[in-house]
């Protein structure tokens, strides 16, 4: 929940700062400075923290509803995680479902477990040919 309001705020605050093309009614509109605006918003913060002391019913209700709304929240996020994780689990089912039921892809360039006999299925080794064996081996040239 915090995360949400936390995001509200500057988001809010990006859109307040962006630029803005003069139109004849942005010329109507009073002409706040930052210092009047930084001083209205320490004034509105200041007035917000003595709000309990003038109405503590008020604020007593006001943290119920929170923990209430904060609760609904959870167990909304919960649902939808589950739905979302049986979707998932419904998907990767159906992909197991249809993997089963497919032949497995064969070339025929490499033989399967058990096809042939057991020599053929070891590496081959020497398999170069005498060309290839009488170069002789140059390492990289020195700088």
Not at 51 to 73: D, L, S, W, Y
Request: include cysteine.
């Amino acid at each position: 929940m915090r995360f949400l309001l936390r995001i509200t705020f500057w988001l809010g605050l990006v859109l307040v700062l962006l630029p803005r093309d003069k139109t004849p009614e942005s010329e109507k509109l009073p002409q706040i400075g930052a210092a009047d605006a930084v001083q209205a918003a320490t004034a509105a913060v200041s007035d917000m923290t003595q709000f309990c002391k003038r109405q503590p019913a008020a604020c007593e209700v006001g943290g119920q509803a929170a923990t209430i709304i904060g609760q609904r929240a959870q167990d909304g996020a919960r649902k939808i995680y589950q739905i979302i994780n049986d979707k998932k689990e419904q998907i990767s089912n159906d992909k197991n479902d249809k993997n089963d039921k497919k032949a497995p892809d064969h070339t025929g360039s490499i033989a399967m477990a058990g096809e042939g006999d057991a020599a053929s299925t070891e590496a081959p080794r020497d398999t170069l040919s005498q060309d290839d064996l009488a170069l002789e081996w140059r390492g990289p040239a020195a700088n």
